[in-house]
């Protein structure tokens, strides 16, 4: 995070009620807001120190912590996990406050010197050479970063910010149409008040953003023992399952699928625990390497989350109507982000694109990470290209693609979203836990597509009971009799 910076900030604030009218900022304060639509969940997960009251996202950060490495396809796939690289982050190094804390152009390279050594964005990966890539190095304008002015937004505007981060051009319209929504008649009641935010103060936005329909009264003008972190569990669990029931149907015809066996408790009316194979658990860990801004356009900006939503109709708004945006690509970067190099796998069924990796020139002379169109080095020695290897591979590679977690293996996933390897001391354990007769436990299969999968995820963002939500026993009943016909006969999905 950078340092002491600080960034200040006017607010118009209604005294009687004591809330935030709007924000009036330049172009610093926006694009951090709009840099929320960039970090994976499990960088904001990280971030907010794994109380980021996002459903089971948390507990689904920890089942990576806690399963040992042996679990995995490789010992760099935990790391990836832990801290997925941020797809825009050599633009995010240029943000006036940086909210993530990785650094945005280390990369790491073989210890030894052969000509078809590659580089890898994960500590850890394994080099074609065999040896691991740990050794930390700047690269040159990979990317090539660009100028100062404004990273998303384009400098020289001013905008105001409403309390539930709906982000407009500066205008008088704009300003009164806020006034009048919050029914403020009397004039008298706003005032002016100069704020000041820092790097902790950004941290604190961005998770009232995801929980709160007015983070900027709660950041700034609420007592912090005062404010409500549960307010994603109001919402209706009904919703989720309306959801599914909408989406079931459509997707009988999935040519990928993810089959997985429930224990359920039908008088309880839960799934107690899942047993699954690795692709599941692959296409868990994915979430966490989501960038926010896809999974709101895979959920079609009903995420339910705090007022994240509007943030991403923001950007919409600033790229359609008002070309506010820097470039064409900064649009695609927040409203449709891609997943870093090499952070995509086969097991993942959701729509999401995934960035080429880099390529960079090295010399035999221990020069590394100069740029691509370098010919010949510093030494005047010349290059020859080095590749980004996939963190995934066991014995590495450049193809894309690869698993998470190890293959052939069972594991078993709760309720709550804690994956641990199959045991069942631990399945007896749980059962016990919760309370439920184990004569009334009840194995089904079920069958997970491209639409039962968007429900998980949407679970996880928003629920601890995330396998009840999607498959709840009843439900399951339901779907059967209503469709049974247009699925396979051993399937109750
Ligand atoms: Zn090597």
């Known amino acids: 995070m950078s340092g002491s910076m600080k960034l200040s900030l006017k607010l118009l604030v209604d005294e009687e009620k004591n809330r935030v009218v709007f924000a009036e900022s330049d172009k610093d304060f926006v694009d951090i807001l709009l840099s929320f639509l960039t970090l994976p969940i499990g960088t904001i997960v990280r971030l907010l120190g794994k109380k980021s009251s996002?459903?089971?996202?948390?507990?689904?950060?920890?089942?990576?912590?806690?399963?040992?490495?042996?679990?995995?396809?490789?010992?760099?796939?935990?790391?990836?996990?832990?801290?997925?690289?941020?797809?825009?982050?050599?633009?995010?190094?240029?943000?006036?406050l940086r909210v993530d804390d990785s650094e945005p152009l280390v990369y790491y390279k073989c210890p030894r010197k052969r000509y078809n050594c590659g580089f890898s964005s994960v500590p850890g990966a394994r080099c074609p050479c065999g040896q691991v890539m740990e050794v930390p190095f700047v690269a040159?304008?990979?990317?090539?970063?660009?100028?100062?002015?404004?990273?998303?937004?384009?400098?020289?505007?001013?905008?105001?910010?409403?309390?539930?981060?709906?982000v407009k051009p500066v205008s008088m319209g704009a300003s009164l149409a806020l006034i009048q929504k919050l029914g403020i008649e009397d004039g008298s009641v706003l005032a002016k008040r100069n704020v000041e935010l820092g790097a902790?103060?950004?941290?604190?936005?961005?998770?009232?953003?995801?929980?709160?329909?007015?983070?900027?009264?709660?950041?700034?003008?609420?007592?912090?023992?005062?404010?409500?972190?549960?307010?994603?569990?109001?919402?209706?669990?009904?919703?989720?399952?309306?959801q599914t029931r909408v989406k079931y149907r459509s997707t009988a015809t999935d040519s990928k699928r993810i089959d997985v066996k429930l224990f359920l408790s039908k008088e309880s009316d839960k799934v107690v625990y899942a047993e699954a194979r690795?692709?599941?658990?692959?296409?868990?860990?994915?979430?966490?390497?989501?960038?926010?801004?896809?999974?709101?356009?895979?959920?079609?900006?009903?995420?339910?989350?705090?007022?994240?939503?509007?943030?991403?109709?923001?950007?919409?708004?600033?790229?359609?109507?008002?070309?506010?945006?820097?470039?064409?690509?900064?649009?695609?970067?927040?409203?449709?982000?891609?997943?870093?190099?090499?952070?995509?796998?086969?097991?993942?069924?959701?729509?999401?694109?995934?960035?080429?990796?880099?390529?960079?020139?090295?010399?035999?002379?221990?020069?590394?990470?100069?740029?691509?169109?370098?010919?010949?080095c510093l030494h005047g020695v010349e290059t020859k290209c080095s590749y980004e290897m996939n963190p995934k591979f066991q014995t590495s590679g450049t193809g894309t693609g690869g698993g998470f977690a190890k293959e052939m293996m069972t594991f078993m996933v709760t309720d709550e979203m804690e994956v641990t390897p199959l045991s069942?001391?631990?399945?007896?354990?749980?059962?016990?836990?919760?309370?439920?007769?184990?004569?009334?436990?009840?194995?089904?299969?079920?069958?997970?597509?491209?639409?039962?999968?968007?429900?998980?995820?949407?679970?996880?963002?928003?629920?601890?009971?995330?396998?009840?939500?999607?498959?709840?026993?009843n439900l399951l009943t339901l779907l059967h009799e209503r469709w049974c016909g247009q699925h396979p006969s051993k399937s109750l999905l």
Do not use: W
């Open 140 to 166: 040159m304008n990979l990317d090539g970063a660009e100028g100062s002015d404004g990273v998303f937004v384009r400098g020289g505007t001013s905008f105001i910010v409403s309390d539930d981060l709906s």
């Open 278 to 376: 690795e692709d599941l658990v692959d296409q868990l860990f994915s979430f966490l390497t989501f960038p926010l801004g896809s999974i709101l356009k895979l959920l079609d900006k009903h995420s339910s989350l705090g007022c994240i939503d509007n943030l991403y109709e923001s950007v919409e708004l600033l790229s359609n109507s008002y070309n506010y945006m820097k470039f064409k690509e900064c649009s695609d970067m927040l409203l449709a982000p891609k997943l870093a190099p090499y952070f995509g796998c086969d097991n993942q069924l959701l729509d999401i694109g995934e960035m080429c990796p880099q390529t960079t020139k090295v010399c035999h002379k221990s020069c590394f990470g100069l740029p691509s169109a370098t010919i010949t």
């Open 424 to 473: 069942p001391i631990s399945a007896v354990s749980i059962i016990n836990k919760l309370m439920v007769p184990i004569n009334s436990l009840e194995e089904a299969q079920a069958s997970l597509g491209e639409a039962e999968v968007l429900n998980l995820l949407r679970a996880c963002l928003t629920s601890s009971t995330v396998l009840s939500d999607v498959f709840s026993p």
């Open 54 to 96: 996002l459903g089971a996202m948390d507990c689904l950060y920890k089942s990576v912590e806690n399963l040992d490495a042996r679990y995995f396809q490789a010992a760099a796939c935990k790391t990836m996990l832990l801290r997925p690289n941020n797809p825009s982050r050599v633009q995010c190094e240029g943000l006036a």
């Open 200 to 242: 902790e103060e950004v941290l604190s936005l961005l998770k009232r953003s995801l929980v709160s329909k007015r983070p900027l009264t709660d950041l700034f003008l609420q007592e912090p023992d005062m404010i409500d972190d549960a307010e994603n569990s109001l919402k209706s669990i009904m919703e989720v399952i309306i």
